[in-house]
């Protein structure tokens, strides 16, 4: 049928189907076969929907894929208003006007490109059309070409697009915490203003450069940033960081960063997202309660700073993904039965570059990917071979320039329409639209990562605060476990009554030019306990400005409150101790009291032998000794050795039941804390608790810091008791050697010329013997000093550790030699790397204890064994042994067993000095009991 049989029956209102026979006979008549004359016959076939209209706007022609998509037969549209059968009523005048305008001369900006408007189906139905238009003429007149596809969804696709990155945009801009985001190559592609306030760099400076040759980053830091970016491009799926930063004022802030990976559709890492806040501040004064522990007397006067947590806000997004290009012409391509190319419509060029007369006899598989071709002609072969047309495929067709694009298709087989005999191939250029798709399903997985994975809660409601969108953070912050529980109530049901007023004004308030409003309000979780919450909001717009709810960033910030007035607590005790340090450890239990809001508060420590312990019920008595100190909960805890804070969750009941304030209490929870000094217990601080108690963070905190600074008093009390120890044994010592030698000169210088020589050689043996004596306690004091101050040295030489005892013990033999010493060689044994004045000096303060502590009518014992890698050395006596808790305590500075004293005599530095030599040496020197009564002193010497 010709153009002008269907215009001349197009303008009847006829139908193209009224007379089969007549159309076959005209087909016969016809003379010269041309592709223009047989063009409706290839329409027919065309699954794409295409309108014929006449120059004033009536319908002369619908092929089958318009009539499908309007649902109006052929037979009812012919003749007929394009405007008002096609378009909706509010758009049909002006459909008209833009009609009339090209007619009129504005073809030039109309044909030949894609234009996409609302159009309605015969039932009323709508959708969105995408119209490409071209002119033909005939008889002196002209007509236009619709080809039209139903676009809804892809519109759809778009708008949602649109959204996804409004929102992107909103938290990115709105978020109370750094974030920024590196390519594969290191290179920064993104960051928000919270980046630039945090470090002090405008964002010109830090995009599009390494973020590792900014200088930024620490050095001793790199190491674990080079491993966790291996991590993320590995597939790790989070990593967290605490990492030091340079400002550009020069000044370092700690900042904690969790490092995300984001994937495309194919699994792999695009780049990383990075969300940091600043823990400067909290680092800063965890080092300085550090601080104050190691030395309270010189820390206690500085003041706490206020811990301060600050997340800045976001406020530059990353790139947005460009928008999906429109107007992709379609192409009409008709093969031959060897897929070779007969004919390639107009917009071939555009299209891929080629021209129909250099493809033109080509098989349409060269220009396919070689990747795609098996797939895509067992699809189309098997489906042509079916039936008349195949479904839609998608494959790459290589352009001219040599890169390949995406190409959506359908095939007809008309190889038995005499009017064809081809197979006629639809296609249209989809690469931007699999570009927008990826591009969509990237941000939309960006924005799930960072609502999913931000410490903060995030919620969106519409204007009325009814919920649409929760994170997990919002429900665990709401005390609920599922989004189903959250999702759909109003934002007003968990805001205390007394704030409700305030917070629905304010969602009726317009948002000032920054864009946000940051208020604090009581929240009601869902067990009825209330929370104190910082909630910053947003308003969310759509594409077009409208105004269509909120986002609300939520931080719970009682804990912080609470931290805060904690610390003040906290600092104004520490503030207000003295120099009595048993006074600042009951000032320090009764605020902990306080503090926790606990019911009651004690502290028990060892002190002499025994257990002492202090209630916060009765301060007046101070310190009482435990009777039955297995029933205590703080010996018990200690007696187990803990060290770490527990709660009653963590100890055995019947533990906790023995102790004589549990009966008479019943707490619901307990809270302790044992302490050690210098890696010993020295006592253990607890709380008891009325009520049933869930321990935060903070609490625990708290709970270490009272602790610590406990320990500090209890190590200041142990240093002054000390001190005030060594004075009095100094004293002691120092006082009857310097008496006799007074004594004993002034007796010299009154009767010198009356004494005859046997009396004066005893006044001088003894004034010798005074004079040695002192000595002997100044050397003890020196070494001691030395000791403390780091000045103690070792002169190390090869010896033979055999030989040097044996002349140690002889020495030992001309002092005593009253009793025996014998000495047993275990193995054969090489030199050592020792100081053998320092040996001498260990060893005979061994001996002369073995001596002095043992009867006089038993054997001092010596033995010298050879083991792996070093010497022992072991002195062994018959005295009356160590008392078991005195058996590490006896190598302390100036401690003397109460009945072995098994120190030198004097000052007790001797067995603190043979310990200090020992270790010097790399050695150990230890005490053990021995079998039938004694004692056992071994050195275990290294070769080196």
């Not at 192409?331 to 493809?359: C, M, W």
């Not at 020197?925 to 070769?943: A, D, H, I």
């Amino acid at each position: 049928m010709s153009v002008s049989d269907k215009a001349d029956r197009g303008g009847k209102g006829e139908c193209r189907h009224t007379n089969q026979a007549g159309s076959h006979a005209r087909k016969e008549a016809r003379t010269g076969f041309s592709i223009r004359e047989v063009a409706f016959d290839i329409l027919e076939a065309v699954p794409e929907a295409v309108v014929c209209v006449d120059g004033e706007g009536r319908i002369v022609y619908l092929n089958p894929a318009a009539e499908a998509l309007w649902g109006c037969p052929t037979r009812e549209a012919c003749g007929k208003d394009m405007a008002g059968l096609m378009m909706p009523e509010d758009r049909r005048e002006r459909f008209r006007r833009s009609f009339q305008a090209m007619t009129s001369g504005g073809e030039a900006d109309v044909l030949g490109r894609r234009h996409r408007f609302p159009s309605v189906k015969k039932n009323g139905e709508p959708f969105m059309a995408e119209v490409s238009l071209t002119s033909l003429s005939h008889g002196g007149e002209k007509y236009y070409l619709a080809v039209t596809r139903d676009v809804t969804e892809q519109h759809r696709l778009e708008e949602t697009l649109r959204d996804a990155r409004e929102r992107y945009r909103i938290l990115h801009d709105n978020a109370r915490f750094a974030v920024f985001s590196y390519d594969r190559n290191l290179i920064l592609t993104s960051i928000n203003r919270v980046v630039s306030d945090l470090i002090g760099y405008p964002e010109e400076e830090l995009l599009g450069r390494n973020v590792l040759e900014l200088g930024l980053l620490h050095p001793d830091d790199y190491p674990r940033v080079a491993a966790a970016m291996g991590q993320l491009f590995a597939g790790h799926a989070v990593t967290r960081e605490d990492l030091r930063f340079f400002r550009k004022d020069g000044s370092v802030i700690i900042a904690h960063v969790i490092g995300v990976p984001l994937l495309d559709d194919r699994g792999e890492v695009l780049e990383i997202m990075n969300i940091a806040h600043d823990v400067t501040e909290q680092r800063r004064l965890e080092e300085e309660l550090e601080a104050r522990r190691r030395d309270l007397e010189e820390t206690v006067q500085e003041r706490t700073r206020e811990l301060k947590e600050t997340l800045e806000r976001l406020e530059r997004s990353e790139r947005y993904f460009r928008a999906i290009t429109e107007n992709a012409y379609d192409l009409v391509v008709v093969l031959d039965e060897d897929l070779k190319i007969r004919y390639l419509s107009p917009s071939v060029r555009r299209i891929s570059g080629y021209s129909l007369e250099e493809v033109q006899g080509m098989s349409s598989l060269d220009f396919i990917h070689p990747d795609d071709v098996p797939s895509l002609v067992d699809r189309f072969m098997g489906q042509l071979q079916a039936g008349r047309v195949t479904e839609r495929a998608e494959y790459r067709w290589r352009h001219k320039d040599g890169t390949y694009r995406w190409q959506e298709a359908v095939a007809c087989n008309l190889l038995d329409d005499p009017a064809v005999r081809g197979i006629v191939v639809n296609a249209r250029d989809v690469t931007e639209r699999r570009e927008a798709e990826t591009r969509l399903r990237e941000s939309e997985a960006r924005y799930r990562s960072l609502v999913e994975t931000s410490p903060d809660s995030i919620v969106v409601t519409d204007l009325e605060g009814w919920i649409t969108m929760a994170n997990r953070s919002a429900v665990e912050i709401l005390g609920y476990r599922d989004q189903a529980e959250v999702l759909g109530r109003n934002v007003l049901e968990f805001i205390a009554l007394e704030d409700q007023a305030r917070a629905a004004e304010s969602m009726r308030t317009p948002v000032g030019e920054e864009g946000f409003r940051r208020e604090e309000y009581i929240l009601v979780r869902a067990d009825g306990t209330r929370r104190w919450v910082e909630i910053s909001a947003s308003l969310l717009r759509d594409a077009w400005g409208r105004p269509t709810g909120f986002i609300a960033i939520t931080r719970d910030i009682t804990e912080s409150k609470l931290a805060r007035s904690r610390l003040e607590a906290l600092n104004r005790t520490l503030l207000s101790l003295g120099h009595d340090a048993i006074s600042n450890i009951f000032n320090i239990v009764l605020s902990g009291r306080e503090m926790l809001n606990a019911r009651m508060a004690r502290y028990g420590r060892f002190r002499g032998g025994r257990f002492e312990t202090f209630v916060s019920e009765k301060p007046e008595e101070g310190f009482r000794v435990c009777e039955k100190p297995d029933d205590c909960l703080c010996y018990q805890l200690l007696q187990r050795g803990l060290s770490t804070p527990v709660s009653i969750k963590d100890m055995d009941l019947s533990m906790a039941e023995r102790d004589p304030d549990f009966s008479s209490l019943n707490p619901k929870e307990i809270l302790a804390y044992p302490l050690h000094i210098k890696g010993k217990p020295s006592g253990c601080l607890c709380f008891f608790f009325a009520d049933e108690r869930s321990f935060t963070a903070a609490d625990i905190d708290i709970l270490i810091m009272l602790g610590r600074a406990i320990a500090i008093e209890e190590d200041r009390w142990d240093y002054q008791e000390g001190l005030r120890e060594f004075v009095d044994i100094a004293s002691h010592e120092l006082r009857h050697p310097t008496a006799l030698l007074s004594g004993y000169a002034q007796l010299l210088k009154e009767h010198e010329g009356q004494m005859d020589e046997t009396t004066r050689a005893e006044v001088i043996e003894a004034l010798v013997s005074s004079a040695e004596r002192l000595a002997e306690v100044s050397d003890g004091l020196v070494h001691a000093s030395m000791l403390e101050r780091d000045h103690f040295t070792i002169r190390r030489s090869k010896q033979d550790l055999v030989g040097l005892v044996r002349r140690i013990v002889s020495e030992m033999g001309a002092r005593f030699p009253e009793r025996e010493f014998h000495i047993k060689v275990k193995g054969e044994m090489g030199t050592c790397s020792i100081d053998p004045l320092r040996i001498h000096e260990l060893m005979v303060i061994l001996l002369d204890n073995a001596v002095k502590f043992s009867p006089p009518d038993t054997e001092v014992e010596i033995e010298v064994e050879a083991h792996p890698g070093g010497v022992l050395l072991s002195v062994l006596d018959r005295g009356k042994g160590v008392r078991e808790e005195n058996r590490e305590r006896i190598f302390e500075r100036f401690f003397q067993e109460e009945q072995a004293l098994y120190h030198s005599e004097g000052l007790g530095l001797g067995l603190y000095l043979a310990r200090r030599i020992a270790e010097a040496h790399g050695g150990r020197l230890w005490y053990e009991p021995r079998p039938g009564g004694g004692s056992v002193f071994r050195f275990f010497v290294p070769y080196l």
